[in-house]
């Protein structure tokens, strides 16, 4: 690795070479068998609106997107999933599934004050809630800003929202489900 580089660069010729405008590029994988070329895919490319090197991502069309500066709507962080999976068996359970999607479709609207927006959705740590992030996307030289953040609190008669644990939180609403709070 080059030294006082931020990016991956590792030699100095491959510096150099950025340096000239040449050698940022995704490669093309050997092959896809993944007995030949075990593991996954780890190339960065340049993002040409934040200029950082991003891991590849892709839309719901499949175009490659930056997960920072151009995908918008509900991105489910790596440390949540399998969270998200739990608590979308508890709404199945719970008869639940139409009032939680409701509000992850709120969360994933792709905007926020009328501007294109990305939701980041975390774990919380009450049992069936969520953390959330709302970050404005860039437009034209700004950049990635953020917006709010909150939950997306569950309640029930276990879990009240009169401030006691589990949710150690407050609800202006009655009944069992998830709300989204600020």
Known sequence: MVEGSSRPFFDAEEYRSYLDGKGAWLYEPASDDPELCPGPDCSLYLCETCREYRMPWSDDDGNLVCSQCELTGLVVADNAVEHLERVREV???????????????????????GQPSQCVLGPDFAPHSFTFAHFLLPQGDETRRFGMN???????????????????????????????HT
């Open 150 to 180: 909150g939950g997306l609190i569950y309640s029930s008669p276990d879990s009240p929202g009169d401030g006691s644990f589990p949710a150690l939180t407050v609800n202006l609403h009655s009944g069992v489900g998830w709300s989204c």
């Open 91 to 113: 709404a199945r359970r719970l008869g639940l599934t139409d009032q939680l999607a409701r509000q992850l479709s709120w969360l994933a609207s792709g905007k926020f004050f």
